[in-house]
């Protein structure tokens, strides 16, 4: 009796010892964020500002409102690279509306219009990837490619190719307001990914979501309504980076239709993979979505703020991506 | 018999102590083509992975052209002359068919660049032979399967093959891409060329094989001249039965009228796919079990799958209880109350990374939720009393269904379509591939509902399953309902006789009992 004991007791200091590389990789995002933390806290100058905090949350917020978007088209086995290009459209388009006559004439209507038709315009990019993908049957890289590449056109030829400053203060609040001490645009971005995580984890739709992901063929015989639901995770993708580039455009009060959003479907794949997505589908980790935008963002802002130049910034953010896939692939073993 | 140009004598092959092959036997002429027919399992693929070098064989001697064979790997399978068509293809389908046809052996210009005039004046040419025309610059892609079969077959002659296997060649091809197929087998014999063709479709080897070898249980059966043979000679040694006790079980034991069970809760008329079924008639009651037999490729999985919306009607008509519309999706066929329980549990049934609970209740989820929030605690407690009711060994209701024996995965998937409590229920082979306590498991518990009312259609390759299981069994043939069976009073060798009678389609407005000749 007593030797078993001692047996079992062995057997559980064996697996003690374990949980540190175990945990690593179930939970290798926070440790990574944490390494990060520590390291900017010792070296980078006035880290631990109020400031700072503010400046990485509205910056982050952009990336992890994206992310949680692109998790949802991840989980279904596809990806969209038409994100950035999406947020160009919206925010190109937000400032044309307020400054219309119309918007001049009646400011209220105006401002409430420059966030609606944007975001409307956004989602229906994201169903016209999702019936590219699901009806045409395109492969999802090439299918969102096509507004990758146009989308982007379309939002420089709407804006004459040229940057528009305007003075908007009500609009600029989704950017720049404060609501109990902390941007807006960050209550936002974790107001969007609880209700994302909710509708994946207790909704029919996030259900079905996951189970497409994880193998179409059975979900489809067992009466998900696979089309649907995948143009929908699309369309959602859409709406969020819609959102995403009208705070871009908020924060500097100004748009730029070549740079609102650029290299933001990296940035957004790159979180989504950190977080614990998985490319082949089935699994949409929202939250980890967020705290992969999280170690993005506080990278960048590490170079940065240690003066390295944005070419060598670029390198490292690769490396994240090279590790997280390189942590993906043993995650499925 | 011409010389012979290939010889496996006494080929043993074990897999980890299990033995699947023993003392197999094949011999093929020059420019023969020579049928490999057998059940699944009987050791055919085997054999052919030893002849190409896949497998290494355990004893046996292997001549081939003349000299013993020492192949060890396909490569060398290739040079020496012998080229596998893979039921799945493996070509490029995104490359030029040129490119296809030459991939490993483009002919080089000085400097060792590819010399594609000449490719391509090649590759026309070898498509010639076989009356072939198409633009061999386009991509292989952008032709029908069966001339991407046919460029595989191309390739394989344009390699110098001397013997081309054919692995179930015509299974997705239509009956003109058929008849192209077969004037090239028949091409390739007329140049010396012979070909091993592996097939489930019996009639076909009447008309283009020579000889046929039989395989079952891992041994050569017989080898036979195609013209000493009968279809029914040929199913009878496959299955390992004697040809005149299935001829003598006769048809007497053919139940006439219908013995009612219940209302019809589903009649198909005249049904037809673009998948292999061609003239599908059905009818289910409440409570009954109607069994399907038939062959493989006989359009059984097939017939299933128009039921359950799957594959779109070209012909005919599916009734199911008054009121309720003719399914053209999955989601519509549940909400009609049928169930589909489909053949292959890994690609078309379990969602590995999901649990157990959420596995078992996917088809019942629009029934679960309200306003598209799913009520977990119902969730819960359904989970919980199928995991009891059915024996379910899973560690929690959350575990990964991946990680259950493959018993209780078919367990979990029964329940999937037990828990939308259906009126009918479609299993597709729902033994296979588990173990013998689980199986009797998933027998008895079907019995219990149909007991209480469900309607099952069982399709099954066991024999016993479907004569001991069934209350009546519907027999296919090349995609259209033949003849029905009743039990009590149907013994596997009726039902095996009514499998290898042949019927034609004009034979069958014929009354049954005039049918009663071979």
């Given at each position: ?333 | ?174 009956d003109n891409e058929v008849a192209v197929l077969f004037s090239v087998v028949k091409s390739l014999k007329e140049s010396g060329v012979s070909v091993l063709y592996v097939s489930h479709f ?317």
């Amino acid at each position: 009796m007593s030797d078993t004991n001692v047996a079992a007791e062995t057997k559980q200091t064996a697996r003690e010892l374990m949980i540190p590389k175990f945990s690593f990789r179930k939970h290798g995002g926070l440790v990574a964020l944490l390494i990060i933390l520590a390291f900017n806290i010792a070296v980078t100058p006035n880290f631990l500002q109020m400031q700072t905090l503010f400046v990485n949350i509205s910056q982050v917020a952009t990336i992890a409102i994206v992310a949680v978007g692109m998790s949802l088209v991840i989980a279904t086995g596809g990806i969209d690279l038409s994100v950035g290009a999406v947020m160009a459209v919206a925010g190109a388009l937000a400032p044309i509306i307020f400054q219309s006559s119309l918007g001049v004439e009646y400011p209220v209507a105006g401002l409430v219009l420059s966030v609606l038709i944007p975001v409307l315009v956004a989602a229906l990019c994201g169903l016209f990837n999702g019936t590219l993908v699901c009806v045409l049957k395109v492969q999802p890289i090439i299918a969102t490619l096509i507004l990758f590449i146009s989308g982007r056109g379309i939002a420089m030829v709407m804006t004459n190719g040229q940057l528009q400053t305007f003075n908007m203060p009500s609009f600029s609040l989704l950017g720049t307001g404060k609501l109990l001490g902390f941007p807006f645009q960050g209550w936002l971005a974790l107001g969007i990914a609880a209700v994302v995580a909710w509708i994946v984890g207790k909704t029919l739709f996030g259900r079905y979501l996951l189970a497409i992901g994880g193998n179409e063929k059975s979900a489809h015989l067992a009466g998900a309504p696979v089309r649907k639901v995948k143009i929908a995770a699309y369309v959602i993708c859409g709406s969020l980076s819609g959102i995403a580039g009208l705070i871009v455009v908020a924060i500097n009060s100004a748009s730029d239709a070549a740079r609102i959003g650029n290299l933001m479907e990296l940035d957004a794949i790159a979180a989504a993979v950190v977080g614990g997505a998985v490319l082949s589908g089935g699994r949409a980790p929202i939250f980890g979505a967020v705290l992969g935008a999280m170690i993005i963002q506080l990278v960048k802002y590490t170079l940065l703020a240690n003066g390295v130049a944005d070419e060598v910034a670029l390198i490292a953010k690769s490396m994240i991506i090279v590790a997280a896939v390189y942590i993906q692939q043993s995650r499925k073993e | 018999m011409h010389s012979s140009l290939l010889k496996m004598h006494g080929i043993n092959k074990a897999f980890g102590g299990v033995s699947a092959l023993r003392g197999a036997e094949l011999e093929i002429g020059q420019g023969e083509v020579h049928a490999l027919i057998g059940q699944n399992g009987a050791g055919k693929s085997t054999l052919i992975k030893i002849l190409t070098g896949v497998y290494r064989r355990d004893s046996g001697t292997v001549d081939f052209n003349g000299k013993a064979s020492t192949i060890s790997n396909p490569r060398e399978a290739q040079s020496s002359g012998i080229s596998t068509i893979y039921q799945e293809l493996t070509l490029v389908p995104l490359r030029s068919v040129t490119e296809n046809i030459v991939l490993g052996y483009e002919p080089r210009r000085i400097g060792g660049l590819i010399d594609w005039k000449e490719a391509h004046r090649r590759s026309q040419e070898i498509l010639a032979r076989f009356n072939i025309d198409i633009d061999v610059k386009a991509p292989l892609g952008t032709y029908s399967t069966a001339i991407q079969q046919l460029v595989a077959i191309a390739r394989a002659v344009s390699l110098n093959a001397k013997l081309v296997i054919m692995d179930e060649p015509t299974s997705s091809l239509d009956d003109n891409e058929v008849a192209v197929l077969f004037s090239v087998v028949k091409s390739l014999k007329e140049s010396g060329v012979s070909v091993l063709y592996v097939s489930h479709f019996l009639d076909e080897l009447f008309k283009i094989c020579d000889r046929v070898t039989i395989m079952r249980d891992g041994q050569t059966v017989k080898n036979v001249a195609i013209e000493d043979t009968s279809k029914l000679d040929l199913i009878a040694n496959m299955l390992g039965r004697n040809a005149d006790d299935i001829e003598s079980a006769g048809m007497t034991e053919f139940a006439k009228g219908e013995a009612k069970t219940g209302d019809v809760i589903l009649k198909t008329k005249n049904v037809a796919t673009k998948r292999l079924l061609r003239k599908f008639d059905l009818k289910i009651h409440r409570g009954e079990i109607v069994g399907l037999g038939g062959l493989l490729g006989s359009g059984r999985t097939e017939a299933a799958r128009a039921i359950f919306g799957v594959d779109e009607l070209t012909q005919g008509e599916i009734h199911l209880a008054k009121g309720v519309p003719q399914p053209v999706t999955p989601k519509q066929a549940i909400a009609a109350g049928i169930g589909f329980l489909s053949e292959d549990r890994k690609s078309e049934g379990i969602i590995p990374d999901m649990s157990v609970r959420e596995n078992l209740t996917l088809a019942l989820l629009p029934n679960l939720s309200r306003f598209g929030h799913i009520d977990h605690a119902r969730e819960k407690e359904l989970v919980a009393s199928f995991i009891s009711a059915l024996g379910i060994k899973t560690a929690h209701m959350d575990q990964p269904i991946r990680e259950l024996s493959g018993g209780n995965q078919q367990k979990v998937l029964l329940a999937r379509w037990l828990v939308t409590n259906p009126s009918l229920l479609i299993l597709d082979e729902p033994t296979r591939g588990v173990d013998v306590g689980a199986k009797l498991e998933i027998q008895s518990i079907i019995r219990r509902y149909v007991d209480k009312g469900l309607a099952v259609l069982l399709i099954s390759s066991e024999f016993e399953e479907l004569v001991e299981g069934a209350d009546r069994i519907v027999v296919l043939q090349d995609g259209i309902s033949v003849s029905e069976l009743k039990n009590p009073g149907i013994t596997e060798d009726t039902l095996v006789r009514a499998i290898a009678h042949h019927h034609t389609p004009e034979q069958q407005a014929v009354p049954r009992q005039e049918n009663a000749h071979v």
